[in-house]
């Protein structure tokens, strides 16, 4: 193995060991320009001299920005938009009548990247502003990157991130054109909160979640570690709620936790106790093999 084989692969496993994902040899080709404004930054030459200077003393902070520029932080308003009118037609009305008595609705956006996802849920909801009154919205976006936090938690985007998926009405209805950018107003940053925390940690409080989404994350994990975070984000969902998953994911011989629900899309609902443990016994081979 070359030198910067080698390099390639200890960059791999520090991100493995810091995130749980996986850069397999056909991603790798990757590092480098995700690199590049960090070695510009550092003053880096190159992959191997990134790896000496990692392993010469105490360099945390050097190992979290290489983890936090490897992450593919790609997202957008409204991403794949049919599936936001799915939510908007389906879920969350069936939602609206099991929590009718509450007024509460709880929502948990996992690896929310720089907070669109949160936002555009926000935004279905004060978009009807007598249906919901009354109502308590909470959405929680929880990612491992502060970088990309610190964007949710600003609320602040560029014209080109504004652009990507909300039409005009909505850009103007619901952000504010400042000189640093465009601001969310305070209707849809009230219903967000943002916290850092892997798929792998322990659910985040209070659980008992309405609706999950987790979406495009599972694609960069293993089998196994892809089926922890399906154990993790059972134990987060309620009994009669909701999974949403990326266009490319499935739990379908991936875990026993989660059946398809009827409308398809992607959208999942967690099984009861007993036919969970039948579940996961088939899935068990499958997953070894």
């Keep these: 193995m070359a030198l910067n084989d080698a390099s390639h692969r200890i960059v791999a496993d520090l991100l493995c060991a810091r995130t749980g994902q996986q850069l397999t040899d056909n991603r790798l080709w990757r590092v480098s320009s995700a690199l590049a404004g960090l070695f510009r930054e550092r003053g880096i030459s190159n992959l191997d001299q990134l790896v000496c200077i990692l392993g010469d003393g105490d ?81 929680l976006g929880t990612d491992i990157s502060t970088k990309a936090l610190a964007v949710a938690n600003s609320g602040l985007y560029s014209q080109f991130e504004i652009q990507r998926g909300i039409s005009i009405g909505q850009m103007l209805q619901f952000f504010s054109e400042t000189p640093e950018g465009w601001q969310a107003n305070d209707t849809i940053r009230a219903m967000a909160r943002f916290k ?72 999942y609902h967690p099984v009861g106790a007993s036919q969970r443990a039948v579940r996961e016994r088939s899935v068990e081979p499958a997953l070894a093999g």
């Excluded at 520029?69 to 037609?89: K, P, Q, V």
């Design 59 to 139: 360099q945390a902070e050097l190992a979290t920005q290489v983890v936090e520029a490897l992450l593919n932080n790609e997202t957008y308003f409204f991403r794949d938009h049919a599936y936001f009118s799915i939510l908007a037609d389906t879920v969350l009305p069936d939602i609206a009548s099991k929590r009718a008595s509450s007024k509460r609705i709880r929502i948990w956006s996992a690896g929310c990247s720089t907070g669109q996802e949160v936002l555009s849920l926000a935004m279905l909801f004060a978009g009807q502003p007598q249906r919901w009154a009354g109502w308590n919205i909470e959405i």
């Design 196 to 267: 850092q925390a892997s798929v792998l940690d322990a659910p985040p409080h209070p659980g008992n979640f309405d609706l999950v989404l987790c979406r495009n994350v599972l694609l960069y994990f293993d089998p196994p570690t892809r089926r922890s975070v399906f154990e993790r984000l059972s134990q987060a969902t309620a009994a009669d709620g909701w999974l949403m998953l990326g266009a490319g994911e499935t739990v379908i011989g991936q875990t026993g936790f989660f059946v398809p629900a009827p409308c398809g899309a992607t959208l």
